[in-house]
Every structure is written in structure tokens, then in C-alpha cells.
């Protein structure tokens, strides 16, 4: 008989995933560490996994040729190497939040440019002192809307503040530039893109090339007025450096939806920086993305099952 285990999770119910998983033997655990996953998968011919950690034992430990289905849009919690190795097949579902997530990105784009955060702790403050917080604050048309990465989530954030009028310009390796003047977006390099920008919206992977991309020296060459947003991946900024250019208005502010250790630890800098809008890495969150994510994932589970692909395979 076949068996699909489900390391972790943080749903109310599984039916699901029990449903598509037919006539196999279905189990699901509340795994913690890579060594409760490596005993909970063993001869698994699917192993679903949210939070915990699948290393190599876990790799071992299912049969071969096994499906691991990642719960979510990343996968930095699955040793690719060790999949490869054993000749897995890795699935993710990068596509069920993508929504969600440029809306939130958008909404916490302008809440910024309108100084939204500052004019709030102002008025609680007992102020009434709308130029004071707000200068200085160009209108949308004179606002140069930078991308750092523009693909699926980044081109639906561009859809969403077409609107407003605002100057696109983005930096993407993978970016043509007939694409670009499709979109409407003037293609720069990322040197010029983190000069010129008045606000940054973040949406490149971690790779070993963009992890603290945003450091102090890059932070030094932007505008004092300019702004960031991250929805993409903490790792993409080294937070000390962030927290430090906001306490010393070497920028002007801060929108966070992601960390490197997540929840936010109590000594983190970005707890006391200045301009900074903090959100506990929320951007996905809707009851429909939710029920899509488990809706792709039992999908998924019937695919590995009928020995095909993973809808969404992971290239390691």
C-alpha cells in the first residue's frame, strides 16, 4: 500500500489531502526536528512538509523515487541536494497567495509614501501638524517606483498601482527589455534602480547573490527620502544595516512583512528603528489562499500518486 505522510501543519483539518490521497495509507504528524521527520516519512511515497526540516535522513528514508510536496511558496526548509541525491521529485505551490501577497505589498507601499504610520503616532502623540510629519512627500506622478525583481507578485503589485500614476523602473536580470516596455517600466540596473527609486519593493528570491543585497554601502547610495518594502524574503536585507540607516535618516522609511528568524525577536533592531511598518509575515493571508494552498497540495498528492510530476516541480 502507498503511504503520504504530512510532516506539520497549521491547518484546522486535512480532508483534503486525505481525500486525494484514495485508497493509500494517509498519516500526519506534528514533526518539530529533521529527526522526527526522517522516522515519520520512513517509506513514505509521499512526505508533505510545511515548517520542519527535511534533510538528508528524510531523504533516505523514503522510498525512492518519492514526491516531497512543500506547503507554501518557498522551500529553504528542504535539502535539495540530499532530494537529488536519492532521486525525489520536489514540488512547491508558488502561485497560491500571489494576490494576497501583492496586495498587501501595494497597500503598505502607499501607506508609506502617504506617511500614513507617522501621521497616526502623531495624532496620538496630541499633534496636529499635517506638513510637519508629511514634508517631504512627492505626488504619486513625480514618484519613481522602483522594482527589485519583477516577476509574478512584482508584476501583479505593478497591475494594482497603475492607477496612481507613478514612474516604474525596475532591475531584473530576467527582464527583457522588449518586456519592459511592454509593461511600461524602464529597465536600469540594480545600481541605478537603488539610486534612483523613491520607494523599493523587494521580490528577488535568497540566492547566494541577493542575500543582504541591502546592506549599509548599497543603503548609503540611495535618496534620504527613499523607502523599502519586503514582501519577498528576509534574507534579502541585513536588518541591522536597515535598522541603522532609519535611526540616521540615511532613509526614510520601512515597510517589513519578512525576517531572518521569524517571530521577531525581542532584541531585533527594527523593533526600535524609526519609520519602519512591521507585519508579522501576513502579506499571504486570506481564508481563500488558504483553502487554494491545501486545494494545490491535495492536487499534488494525486499527481504523485499517479506517478506524475509535481504541478509546480522545484529545478534544485
Known amino acids: 500500500m502507498s503511504r503520504v505522510i504530512v510532516t506539520d501543519y497549521t491547518f484546522p483539518d486535512l480532508a483534503q489531502e486525505q481525500a486525494a490521497a484514495g485508497g493509500a495509507e494517509f498519516v500526519a504528524y506534528q514533526c518539530k526536528t529533521a529527526e522526527d521527520v526522517a522516522l515519520a516519512v520512513a517509506g513514505a511515497d509521499v512526505a508533505v512538509v510545511q515548517f520542519a526540516p527535511f534533510g538528508p535522513a528524510a531523504a533516505a528514508a523514503v522510498k525512492p523515487g518519492a514526491t516531497v510536496i512543500r506547503y507554501g511558496v518557498g522551500y529553504n526548509n528542504i535539502d535539495l541536494a540530499a532530494c537529488a541525491a536519492h532521486g525525489l521529485k520536489v514540488g512547491y505551490v508558488p502561485d497560491y497567495c500571489a494576490d494576497e501577497v501583492a496586495d498587501h505589498t501595494a497597500a503598505a507601499a502607499l501607506a508609506l509614501l502617504r506617511k500614513l504610520p507617522a501621521m497616526d503616532a502623531s495624532v496620538r502623540r496630541g499633534e496636529w501638524a499635517a506638513v510637519k510629519i508629511a514634508k517631504p512627500m512627492k505626488p504619486f506622478s513625480q514618484t519613481n517606483f522602483g522594482f527589485f525583481g519583477l516577476g509574478q507578485i512584482g508584476r501583479a503589485v505593478l497591475q494594482r498601482l497603475r492607477g496612481f500614476g507613478f514612474r516604474f523602473m525596475a532591475a531584473d536580470p530576467g527582464l527583457s527589455a522588449q518586456d519592459a516596455t511592454e509593461l511600461g517600466v524602464v529597465l536600469v540596473d540594480a545600481e541605478t534602480l537603488l539610486r ?121
Do not use: C
Not at 527609486?197 to 547573490?209: E, K, N, R, V, W
Not at 534574507?235 to 535611526?247: F, G, H, S
Not at 533592531?269 to 491535495?298: G, K, M
Open 196 to 316: 534612483k527609486a523613491d520607494i523599493l519593493s523587494l521580490h528577488a528570491p535568497a540566492t547566494q547573490l541577493t542575500t543582504e543585497y541591502l546592506n549599509a554601502a548599497r543603503l548609503a547610495t540611495m535618496q534620504p527620502h527613499a523607502m523599502i518594502v519586503n514582501s519577498a524574503r528576509g534574507q534579502l536585507v541585513n536588518e541591522a544595516d536597515l535598522a541603522d540607516a532609519l535611526t540616521r535618516g540615511v532613509i526614510a522609511g520601512a515597510a517589513l512583512d519578512v525576517f531572518h528568524i521569524e517571530p521577531l525577536p525581542a532584541d531585533n533592531p527594527l523593533r526600535r528603528a524609526p519609520n519602519v511598518l512591521l507585519s508579522p509575515h501576513a502579506a499571504w493571508y486570506s481564508e481563500a489562499a488558504i483553502h487554494r494552498l491545501q486545494e494545490l497540495v491535495a492536487q499534488d498528492i494525486a499527481r504523485a500518486l499517479r506517478g506524475e510530476d509535481p504541478r509546480k516541480p522545484v529545478r534544485g
